[in-house]
């Protein structure tokens, strides 16, 4: 009788441990819902209640609460803006957990931060792995968020277009969920893409949009970074006053909340807007407080920014020294930024998430079919094993050939899945070079020149009954555009080509002294080619030294009264020798200004670590021998 009263008293003791247990786990499940709920409105009363659930997690060794409480303190801090101290929570909550939303939760908020840390490869990694995740799970809502976290770090890295393909996922999601913080953000930040490209009007569209959403959620720090961007197109638009009272009006309510990281960024916007209108002592208040906030969180745009400003603020009170100082500072921080951000590396990463993705859904698929053929083999031997033992023969012979049968359908796969892995693989590469490219140069500079010349005609025209002064100025600048086009051009030519030939340098040498024929009068050009048409050079060494031989013709024709130019091309003990001569008026070398012309063409020769060698005499002429190395002929562009 004892016996069964202690059995019972041991598992009556058990019941209630586990219930204790399961209470403790409701309260804390009950504080992070409450404080997820808060912290939009009241960042520091949220800390509060999350510290106070870690303390009972942490107490009764609930790996799972911890994790998710932890990696909660670290997005409070990231939306107060301290960021070190937000990717050290969730990198501890990292440690605990063995769930795989809470991991996915987690590395979208390391990505977070490493965003704003300037650690763009690193957020890249870790947003794809947060999205692996949620597309496994099939979550909607949680996948476009993260696909608007990604489409941010391209549109840091000035990858436009990917950048917009990851918006447009993510809106159409949000947009079916009636998600209107997720439609908030992803128009904020597509407006964002159309300031960078010049689109004001419909980035103040946009922006504008994204601020009615915000004040509807009342989410406070929605509204202050929508009230900043605004303020930034009216910075643009030429409305100051405008822009100086929504950078204020910002930045008084991130300080309301806590977030100084977002503090810094108006105080760098407002101090922009005060140098451009002279209120330098107001300017250098400013720029003192964005910078120490920036230095304290270590927000790396809003530093860059900063050392941009003081470069500004110096040079414009004639303080030249303390301006070249600081942009040194500003040249020496973006590279350190820069050095940790490969984006060949990142573009990597994402192939190599979205080929892996393509695998798996092509062995699903796989998997499903042989289900289903070996489900249908089932059925007909089912089928045999009921029928008349007279059948078996011929049964055996009907396997035979269904077995040959499927594995001609599986080879035929396993060739198919080959040819679409090369064909994703060939595509990935072409989207490298395309993306490339885009680095360098963008699109719509060409039209854009074009756009230029054309409404300067159209001036031409309106002002026909203008003075000379004027109209020789208009012609002045259409000529210039229409020179930076030809310029364009030549980039382009040099960018399609994996190397120059000299073939190809000297029909591009021809082309110029034609144009140059065109233009004047009474002078004759020569060109001597003594090298094998074969012999080629990096692209970036071809377009440089084409870029320095149209200098020296320039100035042979602007400059030197020269009747006669000619240009000799050879090669000696495996380097390229081009001589540019002409029987003009010369120089004095130790008595001449160098101006940009001269200067440019020795800093294109240093960049492809060749030579240049100008000797000039009054009333002799000039002569210019330019020299480099032919060993190398990699892509240089």
Known sequence: MKLKQKQLLRILFFCLFLNSLNNYAQDVNALNKEAMDLYKTNQKEAIKVLTNALEIAERHNNKKEVSKTKNNLGIVFRDLGEFQKAKKYSEDALTVTTDSLIKAAIYNNIGACNRKLGLYEDAISNYLKSLEIYEAKKMLNETATVHNNIAIVYNYINLNKKSLEYYDKAIKVFEKL???????????????????????????????YSLSLEKKLKDKKGIAESLNNVGSVHYYLKAIDSSIYYFKKSADIERSIGNFAGVSASYNNIAQVLLEIERFKESKTYIDSAYRIAKKYQTSEDIENALLNYTDYFEKKGNYKSSLNHHKKYLHFKDSIAKKTNIKTIQEIETKYQTEKKEKEIAIQKEQLLEKELAIKNRNLYAILITSALLILGIIFFNIYKRNQIKRKQLQKEIDLKDALAIIKTQNKLQEQRLRISRDLHDNIGSQLTFIISSIDNLKFITKDANTKLKDKLANISSFTSETIHQLRDTIWAMNKNEISMEDLHARILSFIEKAKSATENITFEIHQKIDTNVSLSTIKGINIFRVIQEAINNAIKYANA??????????????????????DGFDLKNVDLGNGLSNMEKRMSEIDGEINIVSKLKKGTKITLSTTLKDTANGV
């Open 563 to 584: 009747s006669k130019v000619e240009i000799y091309i050879s090669k000696e003990n495996n380097e390229l020798q081009i001589l540019i001569t002409d029987n003009g």
């Open 178 to 208: 009636n998600n209107n913080k997720g439609i908030s953000q992803a128009y904020n930040n597509i407006a964002i893409v159309y300031a960078n490209e010049g689109d004001l009007e419909k980035a103040l569209t946009n922006f504008r």
